[in-house]
Structures are given as C-alpha cells and as structure tokens.
C-alpha cells in the first residue's frame, strides 16, 4: 500500500503524498476519532523518541567500553613489558610495580565509570567549597562596612579656647595647622592619621573664628 504512493528517485515527492494521503484519513474521521487518533501519533512519537535515544545511549556506551578497553589492553602490554624488565634488573620491585600498575587502572576506570558515591561526595565537597567562599566574602564585606563606619562615623567637636591643642578623640593625634584651618573655613575637618571626621557646630564655629 505504501508504494502507491513512492515516486522513484523523488523522495521529497514521495513524502508529501504520504503526508496528504495521512491528512485526507485524519480529517475523514469524526471528533472522537481524532481525539484518539492523535492522542496515539502522539503516544508513538515520544515511544520512538525514548527508542532512538536508546539505541544512540547504547551505541555511545559501546563505544565508549571499546576504547576504555583497548586503552587498558595497551597499558597491560607496557606493564607486562615494564614487569619482565624489573625482573631481571631488580625482582624485589615487581610486586611494587605490579601494585602501582593495578591502582593506576583502577583510578582510570572510576575516572571514566564514577560510582554514584564518588559523585554524591564531589558534590558535597564542591557545595561546602561554595558555601564557605560565601561565608568568607560576606564576613569580608560585613567587617570593612563596620571598619568604614567606625572610621568616618561624624562627632560633633565643640572648639575650646585654646584651639592650637586640639586632639583627635580617635587616635590621639593632635590637629594640625591644616586641620584647624579646615575646622574654621568649612567647620569640618579630617584626622589626617585615622581619618576620623569632626564637624563644628555652625553656631559655635561662627561664634569663635569669626
């Protein structure tokens, strides 16, 4: 039935009347058969979808079972070889030798076939890893925000006769001439040691520089 509709050579041809032949059946059939009809096509596409992806799945794993095998093939040739050689040049070295051959399949072989444990574990570790970089940047963070509002947090400094011997209340430093000069034209000034910051009081400044 279906090479009715084949063209020899013209498969483009060949494809759309095979899809108008479907389209003239499914639009023959009422409501209800639709609804089945296309709940099946459906059905059938995702089952030959999953059969598809199996069978690539599958040819993938053969694959990859190949080369895995002739890899280890090749280094038991080198081994074998690397055996005789330490036999004859020093024989309490071979069961070593043997030893660190056989682990060094055995980590090829979990490197390419992790156990679900390994990769449970790889996960958790990688999780802590993340989570303590957070932890540490947001430490990081916190404490320079409370160093930078300890540091510039304002104090209202109330300038006393003797404005030659003044102190940062901070540091202990005492305010230089450029300071005090800064306190009388802006009534603000800066430790140029700690950085702290001093604001004079408008009324009071005016009152003692002017």
Not at 14 to 37: C, H, K, M, R
Not at 134 to 143: F, G, T, Y
């Amino acid at each position: 039935m279906l090479e009715d509709y084949m063209v020899e050579g013209d498969w483009a041809g060949s494809f759309a009347n095979v899809y108008n032949a479907f389209l003239e059946w499914f639009t023959s059939l009422d409501s209800s058969g639709q609804l089945i009809s296309g709940i099946l096509i459906i059905l059938g596409l995702i089952l030959v979808g999953y059969m598809v992806y199996g069978i690539l799945w599958l040819a993938f794993q053969i694959m990859k079972f190949s080369i895995i095998a002739t890899i280890i093939l090749h280094y038991m040739g080198y081994v074998l070889v690397k055996l005789l050689v330490v036999f004859f040049i020093n024989y309490s070295e071979v069961n070593n030798q043997w030893e660190n051959s056989t682990e060094n399949i055995k980590w090829f072989w979990n490197q390419m076939y992790p156990s679900d444990k390994v990769q449970s574990q790889k996960q958790k570790i990688t999780k802590k890893t993340g989570l303590a970089k957070q932890q540490l940047k947001a430490n990081a963070e916190s404490s320079a925000t409370e160093k930078l509002n300890t540091r510039v947090k304002p104090k209202v400094f109330y300038v006393g006769d003797n404005v030659s011997n003044m102190f940062c209340t901070h540091c202990g430093t005492r305010f230089t001439d450029r300071m005090i000069e800064m306190m009388r034209n802006n009534m603000v000034c800066f430790c140029e040691k700690c950085g702290q910051m001093f604001v004079t009081p408008h009324e009071q400044n005016m009152s003692l520089f002017s």
